[in-house]
């Protein structure tokens, strides 16, 4: 066994400030699968940088760009016109812009716009943009300003300037609250979901910033945690299978331990076609609830071929009834009950592995050896 600093190591585990890592409920754009995808994020954007669009929420998104404009850039004007937004706008030697907002006269005509501003939409690629083709393509008689909207900060040239998703996000969801009333109810979840997908996709370098710095800080404890953890993954399955074996006490035959849904066959001395199959992937498994299940096996030809007439016997039962014994949830997700007459799942209610042979033991008696007359007989 490795050489564990037990006191630090469970201090460590109890008492540090992990760091988060969140589990994000699925939004539109993950359900649809475009939530990597440029495009449809720049043509949602478009939608409500639009102040005629039907979303009701007119200047909304201008308002808070320009917000986060003039804090980085002081000096921009109100934004007190129409807006518009003009996706994928043609550059000098056919490159393309993927937004172009401003309060010119229409969506395509900007020349005569006030306020001009270029935006470069980038989820997961790395700038490999001509910045200066896409600056110098635009002439305005205005304010004019480039802008990349990216998941974390890059260098870009002077004239353009690096706001993140989320602070774009941050900054609409400020403006919103007054507002809201004003959305119209159609397009106000399509709003929220956009907003949500832009802080959710946002958040992955943030939280992993935020593990990086924690890992550097506990190297040691984690160095302690990472074997502690290898350690269990070559001794677990084994070392619990025995256990369970050795819990089923000297009226049962251990077999093979299997590591794959880790599990174990224990078969009674007095018959040969039925195994109990207990189950204890969660046992091992660190994202799961411990638990362990206890299964019938048919495993010879014979008792295959009376399985379901068997089965219906067992289900039926009033002491399988009594006790719950009937089709387990354990391992249903692989389809694999139909391989099985009866089961049922047990919560695993201790720490050590003498609480696991105890409660092995406890639900054997209760549960189990009261029901073996009943398929001891027929198999």
Request: proline share 8%.
């Amino acid at each position: 066994m490795p050489d564990f600093n037990k006191n630090q190591l469970a201090e460590f585990l109890h008492g540090a400030r992990w760091p988060v890592q969140s589990d994000p409920e699925p939004n539109f754009f993950s359900i649809a699968g475009i939530s990597s995808r440029e495009v449809p994020l720049s043509n949602t954007y478009a939608f409500f940088f639009r102040s005629a669009a039907p979303h009701g929420l007119g200047n909304l998104f201008a308002t808070a760009l320009r917000n986060i404009l003039t804090l980085k850039k002081p000096g921009w004007p109100e934004l007190d016109a129409a807006v518009h937004a003009a996706c994928e706008y043609p550059m000098r030697h056919g490159q393309r812009l993927d937004l172009l907002i401003h309060d010119g006269p229409s969506e395509r005509s900007p020349q005569s716009a006030s306020f001009q501003i270029l935006v470069e939409n980038k989820i997961n690629h790395w700038l490999a943009n001509d910045f200066d083709n896409y600056w110098s393509s635009i002439e305005a008689k205005g304010y004019k300003a480039g802008v990349v909207l990216g998941r974390k900060a890059e260098i870009v040239p002077p004239e353009w300037t690096y706001i993140t998703h989320l602070e774009l996000a941050r900054a609409v969801e400020y403006g919103l609250g007054p507002k809201i009333q004003q959305a119209n109810p159609r397009y106000l979840p399509v709003l929220l979901h956009f907003l949500e997908h832009l802080k959710q996709m946002s958040q992955d370098p943030i939280e992993f910033a935020q593990a990086f710095a924690f890992a550097q800080r506990h190297r040691r404890e984690l160095a302690q945690a990472k074997r502690l953890l290898t350690y269990m993954d070559t001794k677990a399955v084994q070392m619990i299978g025995q256990n369970i074996i050795a819990a089923f006490g000297d009226d049962y035959v251990g077999g093979a331990i299997l590591p794959d849904y880790p599990r174990v066959h224990i078969r009674p001395r007095s018959t040969a076609g039925i195994d109990y199959l207990v189950w204890f992937g969660h046992m091992v498994d660190p994202a799961e609830s411990p638990s362990f299940s206890v299964t019938l096996f048919p495993t010879t030809p014979a008792v295959r071929q009376q399985k379901k007439q068997l089965q219906q016997l067992l289900i039926l039962h009033p002491l399988a009834q009594q006790a719950g014994i009937g089709q387990p949830g354990w391992f249903s997700h692989v389809g694999w009950f139909n391989e099985m007459l009866v089961g049922k799942d047990y919560p695993f209610n201790g720490t050590t592995l003498d609480d696991l042979a105890a409660q092995v033991r406890e639900v054997l008696n209760t549960d189990w050896a009261p029901l073996e007359p009943v398929w001891l007989g027929g198999s």
